[in-house]
């Protein structure tokens, strides 16, 4: 069975702040998605990331998919309240489109 | 980006009842799936909904239980029968991008067994 470990899973900062949440795996992800959640509503795609070494920006958040395509990382930049949620990392392995989930990172950033 | 409708968005049922959540989009697609999110958890997929075969299922999950039916590309319903509250979650449909490698969700439907 894949696992994804995601860490932190919850992290509280102050607006401003600079953060990173980790996503790693021991097995190699065909492609990786990262999702936001907020309460009430379904998961939205932020970014699919497909190539080792793969680094996609989305205004303050940079995503990289790491060289052996079995981690990658979400990096924000000036955190503000409005990116308050739950992000989520899933992986697909075997190239078939079902994702495997991380346990998600619950952030709260502080005004 | 496909645009999904699942019904109902919430509801509360009696313990022993069934309840079949709609999965509609709005543009054919190959791939659609069915995954569980319990409260405060990360979601699981339950199942790959098949057009014109039954589910596939993944471990842990039976088609007695989560019956699943796809009688065309943009359709696909997940029935939760015989339902306790540990059935309790909210239940959200995916589907395939056009790329292959992007999946998308509906809005999940929160259900409530009391």
């Known amino acids: 069975t894949q696992l994804l470990e995601q860490s932190p899973q919850f992290l509280s900062i102050q607006e401003g702040e600079n953060l990173t949440v980790y996503c790693n795996s021991s097995s190699v992800f065909s492609s990786l998605q990262w999702y936001r959640q907020e309460p009430g509503e379904g998961p939205v795609l932020l970014v699919t990331v497909v190539t080792g070494g793969e680094v996609k920006k989305l205004k303050r958040l940079t995503f990289q998919f790491g060289d052996a395509r079995k981690d990658s990382s979400l990096h924000i930049t000036a955190a503000q309240p409005g990116d308050t949620g739950l992000y989520l990392c899933a992986g697909d392995f075997g190239g078939a489109q079902k994702l495997v989930f991380g346990q998600g990172t619950r952030l709260t950033i502080n005004p | 980006s496909a645009v999904i409708s699942q019904k109902p968005s919430r509801d509360i049922c009696q313990r022993g009842t069934s309840l079949t959540i709609q999965c509609q989009v709005d543009s054919q697609v190959t791939m659609m799936f069915w995954y569980r999110q319990q409260p405060g958890q990360s979601l699981t997929l339950i199942a790959t909904?098949?057009?014109?075969?039954?589910?596939?299922?993944e471990s842990g999950f039976v088609i007695d239980k989560f019956p699943i039916s796809r009688p065309n590309l943009t359709f696909s319903t997940l029935t939760v029968s015989n339902m306790s509250p540990e059935d309790s979650s909210i239940y959200l449909c995916s589907v395939t991008g056009e790329s292959g490698n992007t999946i998308y969700f509906g809005e999940g439907s929160w259900l409530t067994v009391v």
């Open positions: 909904a098949n057009q014109g075969s039954e589910a596939t299922y």
